[in-house]
């Protein structure tokens, strides 16, 4: 009827009318993560400008998996005599599992889809991998690269080609599409830290002897 109020707007609507500075900020972040993952994709299809080297790519993208790296992990394991050497092996193990685990959860909480212009043809993939954030090759990379750079004993040389490939691993999930910019930066920050958790709660004979006795 006539004279009679206006029915208020919907809440969203009223955001989108009147957006504050914190929406306005990551909207303008994720258009941009949006448009330089797209842009630095040159790699996602056989027909973008690097396409030649997508078959490079995928095999970089293979050597950052998490299931060669368990079962090369089992492996050592299996075929082990050295008690220290053991102790390492069932702690990257701990390691791996845990950053299987929590990829997993945050990837199932966020379920960010992966880029648009990514092709679904990744190696062995489960429920959650259709979701983007964060990378769990980013996450793995950063993770194992702490863990074999402070366990194991290694030249200059080789101290430099474990950061590298762990560079080259999160670099080339942009690369190929899977993700985007802010899954590899959070994925990274995120393996560095898993490693403080590992490094926290260290099994050992000591510590876990249960676990030891039956390797």
């Given amino acids: 009827p006539a004279g009679a109020a206006a029915a208020p707007l919907p809440e969203e609507d009223c955001m989108k009318l009147n957006p504050s500075f914190v929406g306005i900020a990551l909207s303008s972040l994720l258009a941009i993560d949006l448009w330089a993952s797209k842009r630095l994709g040159v790699c996602a299809g056989e027909g973008s400008a690097w396409g030649s080297a997508r078959p490079l790519m995928k095999v970089i993208e293979v050597s950052g998996h998490g299931i060669p790296w368990v079962l090369g992990t089992f492996y050592g394991l299996w075929h082990t005599d050295s008690s220290a050497a053991r102790e390492v092996l069932l702690n990257l193990l701990f390691a791996l599992l845990l950053d299987l685990v929590m990829v997993s959860v945050v990837k199932g909480l966020v379920k960010r889809p992966r880029p648009t212009h990514n092709k679904m043809d990744m190696f062995v993939t489960i429920s959650v991998d259709k979701y983007s954030f964060p990378s769990g090759h980013a996450t793995r990379a950063a993770l194992v690269c702490r863990f074999v750079l402070r366990h194991l004993v290694l030249a200059v040389p080789l101290r430099v080609l474990v950061v590298l490939w762990a560079l080259i691993v999160s670099i080339s999930r942009v690369m190929l599409g899977r993700h985007n910019m802010t899954d590899v930066l959070f994925g ?27 390797w």
Avoid at 193 to 212: K, N, R
Wanted: include cysteine; hydrophobic fraction near 60%; proline fraction near 7%.
């Fill in 188 to 214: 990274l920050l995120l393996g560095y830290a898993l490693y403080g958790v590992v490094e926290h709660c260290w099994l050992s004979p000591a510590t876990a002897p249960a676990l030891f006795a039956l």
